[in-house]
């Protein structure tokens, strides 16, 4: 409950100041819209001048697609932690953070809230029910629960990747540049993981598992043959549990080994 009230103060206080700011708040939303458009039209310029990529209509590509911004949505809305190692270890922040009796990461991450993210998850979504409908599809309850359970897999698979990376400002004075490069990694899993050669699909799968984001999951509704991905598809959570286990055992052993910002 002290959690509970803790996140509720903390949006309250993010209200508070997007409502002075309002102008910020919705060029936000829409910066948000284009980048995610652009990425859209990519892939239907791709299908221009192509029938199907690695045996994926258009349709299946794009539908993919919209189950990847549902997480990436969700994640970054709660998981804006880009900026820690310039804001929290460079600039000392970290020594206010760990005065408190709150979990650190729990703070940063409040701290770091970014509701506008949620509107590329409601965007997705709808890229998914029209790609739904498109593909003739069938719809029962429990895709509806799969759906839910296979983002919430997702969303932590992004969280404890994103957590472990943040980690690193712990060990490193120098990790910003690693982000650009994850983030490109990422976008990868939107994409059907066969049209990649083997070593980047057993990187894409089991290293840095950004295939359990986008197409993987994806491939539960799309009931696809190729691979296998739809039995793959159920082990998202799975891998979500892991990863992000992994991902705040380091952050809590990086905080141990933390001394301050020093002078």
Not at 27 to 43: A, K, P, W
Not at 126 to 133: D, E, G, Q, Y
Not at 154 to 181: E, K
């Amino acid at each position: 409950m002290r959690y509970a009230s803790l996140f509720w103060e903390y949006i309250k206080n993010y209200a508070k100041t997007r409502l002075t700011y309002r102008a910020d708040f919705w060029v936000e939303v829409l910066s948000d819209l284009l980048f995610q458009g652009m990425n859209l039209i990519f892939i239907l310029i791709v299908f221009q001048h192509t029938p199907s990529l690695g045996g994926w209509s258009e349709a299946e590509v794009v539908f993919v697609y919209g189950f990847f911004m549902i997480p990436y949505g969700v994640f970054s809305t709660f998981f804006s932690i880009w900026n820690f190692s310039e804001r929290y270890i460079v600039k000392g922040e970290m020594d206010r953070v760990l005065t408190r009796p709150a979990h650190s990461l729990y703070q940063v991450l409040l701290e770091n809230v970014d509701p506008p993210s949620l509107i590329g998850s409601f965007v997705g979504a709808i890229i998914m029910a029209l790609c739904w409908a498109q593909l003739d599809l069938p719809f029962q309850l429990l895709d509806l629960l799969m759906l839910m359970l296979l983002v919430l897999g997702a969303v932590l698979i992004y969280a404890g990747l994103y957590t472990a990376l943040s980690a690193i400002s712990f060990y490193s004075d120098a990790p910003t540049g690693i982000v650009p490069l994850m983030y490109n990694i990422q976008n990868y899993g939107r994409y059907p993981v066969n049209i990649y050669n083997k070593m980047i699909r057993f990187v894409l799968t089991w290293l840095l598992p950004f295939a359990f984001v986008g197409v993987i999951p994806a491939s539960y509704f799309l009931e696809k043959k190729a691979d296998d991905l739809s039995r793959l598809a159920l082990m998202t959570p799975v891998m979500g549990i892991i990863v992000f286990s992994l991902g705040l055992w380091l952050w809590n052993h990086g905080v141990k080994r933390y001394r301050g910002a020093g002078s």
